[in-house]
């Protein structure tokens, strides 16, 4: 019989029975497709074949929301706290929701912050850049000024030094963005610092920055010339609209692939001096005490490392068996990162992970790894390698190698435990 003919003997066949016949079809290829061991569904699904409420009504119109925010449903991914440690929140810290987010760029209002006297809220028109010292010709920089020079676009990720830290002596945080959420990832817009000094311009014996902030904390770190005259940025916007007031508004210092708390937030002052000047947060804090009562100091880089987003504490597994995608970060501070590799077996057996999106020097890098999960129980490890060579070591090597002291630059590979359940739990394997 032709298909004109059948088409004649069937002529009440319901749109629905013709939806739920696609869907099977979609389906089973998607699932031949991934090898996963979803099954069609039996029966049509009302989701999909009956009208639903929104698509019966006008929705709000363009001038509803003058700036967007995220779904009503999404309200979950949210920069987080933790009560014990967050004492004060005026010198505290909450944490970027690494295990909701894909890609390698952050969202603004999602970034991390840490503060160590509050929020400063300073209108531009009244702020100003001075940079003193050791340079020929004093300068003061109002907004407009700084706007007239040329600027440059770069992608960076920023890492606390802590970030990590209360994993030294065990497993104590459950969830990814509390273990390693303090870093973020975003393209700053920003005047090359050398073209600032250069107006200024440096004596011979010019060694040292000490930018200084504008908040309540007079936040300084000392920084070496040749940094600042490397890579280092003073930058006015972050994905491409200014920056965040919690994010130093309206000017804040960019320091590629170093510690977080040498991007001096809300610049007001740089002084150029011959040596550093040992000031509270490099003394007391942002050193790394050693086994041995000394410590480690000027440890400025951030050491290449990973995690493993996704499945994580906060990520679990709840599709089931079948195939499922692992997702996570790496990063280096000395480069870009070459080659990501993951176990499923507590490190007993590396697999290649797949890099996939830009890969740009001291920016995150985003791997997955497919697979299909026969339901064991599962050691979750991912192992980052940067172009230089350097290798992500084990929590044991680092611990071996500095003691169990610090709290600053833990980039030890994350172990989480997957259960038969695929609940996750953050484990240690000695």
Known sequence: MSDQSQNKTHPNKSRRSFLSGGVAVAGGVAATALGARAAVAAAPDPLITEIQEWNQVLGDGVDAAPYGVPSEFEADVVRRDVPWLTADPISSINFTPIHQLDGIITPNGLCFERHHGGVAQIDPADHRLMINGLVDNPLVFTMQDLMRFPRENHVYFLECAANSGMEWRGSQLNGCQFTHGMVHNVMYTGIPLKLLLQ???LKSNAAWLLPEGADASGMTRSVPLDKALDDCLVAFKMNGEALRPEQGYPIRLVV?????????????????GDQPWHHREETSKYTDLLANGKARRFTWAMDVKSVITS??????ITHGRGHTVLTGLAWSGHGRIKRVDVSLDG???????RIDGPSLSKSLHRFYHEFNWDGS????????????????????????????????HNNGIQTWQVRTDGETENVEIS
């Open 256 to 272: 590629p692939g170093w510690e977080g708390n040498m991007w001096i937030k809300w610049l007001r002052r740089i002084e150029v």
């Open 377 to 408: 129980e599962m050691y979750l490890q991912s192992r980052a390698i940067d172009e230089f060579g350097n290798v992500q070591p084990t929590k044991n090597e680092l611990r071996a190698a500095r003691g169990d002291n610090s709290i600053y």
């Open 347 to 353: 490190g007993r057996n590396w697999q290649t992970a």
């Open 199 to 201: 107006e200024a311009g």
């Open 311 to 316: 499945p994580s504490p906060q990520m679990p």
